[in-house]
Nanobody, 120 residues
Framework: QVQLRDSGGGLVQTGGSLRLSCAAS????????MGWFRQAPGKEREFVAA????????FYADSVKGRFTISRDSAKNTTYLQMNSLKPEDTAVYYCALAGSIATISKGYWGQGTQVTVSS
């Protein structure tokens, strides 16, 4: 079993920054991927970013490219999402995800979610 604990959300003004963290514990494989999704009120959950644990390849949704950066700390089994130049449309609950590969990132384990609110 894998547990994910995501944190770091909050209230920020347009143009501000936040850094989300997600710590994985339990039976994590040595080769997996972690990522972030978000869900705004009345909308479906959508992919934001992901990173492979081996090699550190990164993937981003077009809507966040150039503003968000995903990274990992292998020693801490933790992934981070640095969010800069935040916009009101980034307001959502952000969920951390972990799976065996990038291709199955939405089908693995989930964190409990952390609220990000960007005020205009």
């Amino acid at each position: 079993q894998v547990q994910l604990r995501d944190s770091g959300g909050g209230l920020v003004q347009t143009g501000g920054s936040l850094r989300l963290s997600c710590a994985a514990s339990g039976r994590t494989s040595s080769s997996y991927a972690m990522g972030w999704f978000r869900q705004a009120p009345g909308k479906e959950r959508e992919f934001v970013a992901a990173i492979t644990w081996i090699g550190g390849r990164t993937f981003y949704a077009d809507s966040v490219k150039g503003r968000f950066t995903i990274s990992r700390d292998s020693a801490k089994n933790t992934t981070y999402l640095q969010m800069n130049s935040l916009k009101p449309e980034d307001t959502a609950v952000y969920y951390c995800a972990l799976a065996g590969s990038i291709a199955t990132i939405s089908k693995g384990y989930w964190g409990q979610g952390t609220q990000v609110t960007v005020s205009s």
